[in-house]
């Protein structure tokens, strides 16, 4: 019954679930009461799911709502709407929003929309301190409650009459910012505020200025004054003095310094006033400075001092400032408008003033010593002014120059640049120097001594002829050198070689070896080898050519290789040929011998194999015969045969006898020397086979051979 129960349960949940059926249309995002919201004004980002369901039943949905991708607000409903209310918006509210939608397993997701919160909070300002001195520092807060970094920050320091300094100070982490201000001279009451900014979508949004706050400065001493005495109406020679004096509230730490220009004249410490005197020239007018200073606060006061001239600058003049040695020079000391006054010429040096003569005039024969600086001072009443430096300069005359080669040698490699020195032993500087090629003038140089020309263009057909002149401000006018010829070396170009004969060689003969150049000066060096594992120097020799023949003597096997020639001259560049291969092979009367000696050589074995041939010839058709039972022709020539009737052999003559295969055999082999050595004749007889029953009848024709021994005196004839 339970089993039953169970199954009607599930059927009845699959068909509820059957009838359960949703989907979702859409999924929007919304904003109340507009994208774009005032700061602190409520808001509320709505969430709404559009579903279709097959019928009426509920649904439990989870709203998840983010901004700028991090979740900012979360709900489970049964209803399709949810609602993130935001009661007082701010800045920091300002950004993307979307949300998404999950039911059952099934997700929906909404479009973006950005919501701006236009406006930010007002900042809040606040200084450390509310009474400072001058040469102290305030430090500002400034604060932006409820906004978000990344924010900036701007600082501002107002003063009466003045355009507000400020400081800019941007923050990425943290809504305030901290700055400090000096307190500088001059500044009373001191005002400051701060506003904020932040980056939108559409640029950047600034907050409302902060409260002012207002800092008061205490000077801890007052400005200084300068006096001097006389105060008007000063004249040179007159003695004056300055003072210049302030009030302090604290004297530690005080220090007064007076000034001209950039220039400290005097200065005390902890001291309220300080003084300086000097007698007046014209130099000292101009603007004196008397600054105070306190730690880091410093206070100035400037007063212009005017002189009079008592008397005006002295003018020096020479007879003329460039001039030979050992001619008169007139320099004269002078001021316009002016008689009492005490002259002195003098000479500037390194080591301070040489006085020439204490008078108006000075008249000298110069010499090259007396180059350099003069000047003639007047004095009247303690004051003594100097007038403007006039420069002499006394000249020795140039001599004669020099020109040579930097390298040392009248040679230069064509292709390569030619350097030259003009050099003038004696002459006063500065010693102008002109550098010709032929008639051509090439460079011009202004030096003490010496001057060097680079010639970059050398040609084939450059013949030197260089010279150079040298003068200076001497009148003896200009001094030339002597021509220099200067030789250009062509670099060896195209080396060959070249053998006669060419190739192969016979021994013992000769060979000649030509090595040449295409193009290069002489002489040239030449230089043979052989190359074998290591190069090896066969002969070497300088010739004023452009070419060169060696003669090898009495060539040899070994000789046989490769061979090159190297040229090299005075351009140091070494120049290979392509190399040649000699063979060196047999002489003619040497190949002759070995061909007779070869030819001789065949001839004795043909002759030895014709014997050969010969001999085996000879015993196969020796003195042998086939007998078949019948009788020999009555009628042989020259021989008579008898049957034995006892053997059935033939008998055939005196020492002979017939073996069973038809050859004729010797009954005594040993007759000797005179019998083995007679002289063999070969005589043709024929042979006829005999029937017992019938008549004799011809057959056919053998023919044997018989020996026929020749002594030395008797023939042995077989019968």
Known sequence: M?????????QCSELYAQGKVFTFNKVEIRVQPSVKVKNGAPMSIICHADISKTNDFQLKHNFTIFKNGKLVFMTISHKEDARYEIPVARSSDTGDYECTVTADGKKGFSNSIYVWVAGMTKPILTADKKEVSEGEVVKLRCELPEEVPPLEFFFRKIKTNSAPKEKRVPEQNQNFSEVEFP?????????????????????WESSQHSNSTLVTVKEPFIKPTLITRPSGNITEGD????????EVAQMRGIEIILQKNRTILNSVRNEKSLKYSTVAIQEDSGEYLCKVEQGAVSKATKLNVFVSELFPKPTLSASMTKLDESKDLRLSCNINDFQGANFSIVR????????????RVLV??????DTGSYTCKAEVKGIVKESKRVRINVYAPVSKPTLSVVSGSPEVILGKPLQLICHSVMGTPPITFTFYKGNEIKKNVTNNTYA???DEDIGLNDNGAYKCDARNNHSSGVKTSNILNVTVIVPIKGASLGSVPYGEVEVGSDTAFLCSVKEGSWPIDFKFFKKTDHEVLLHEVREYSDRTIWHKKTMKRKDTGTYYCMASNRASVDVRSRPITISVILATWQKGIIAAFVLTAIAGVGALALWWFLRKKKKAKGPSMEMSGSALAPNLTNEKLTRQPSDGNYYSGSGYIEDNENHMKSTDESKGPDLESAEVDYTEVEVSSLDPHRAPEQKGTDTVYSEIRKTNNENIWAS
């Open 2 to 10: 339970y089993l039953a129960l169970l199954v009607i349960f599930l």
């Open 183 to 203: 307190v500088e001279e001059g500044d009373n009451i001191l005002q400051f505020d701060c506003f904020g900014k932040r980056q939108v979508r559409s640029g």
């Open 239 to 246: 003695q004056i003095e300055f003072e210049c004096s302030t």
């Open 348 to 359: 500037k040096s390194s080591t301070g003033d040489i006085l020439l003569k204490n008078s």
């Open 364 to 369: 000298i024969k110069v010499n090259v010593n």
């Open 452 to 454: 060097v020309f680079l």
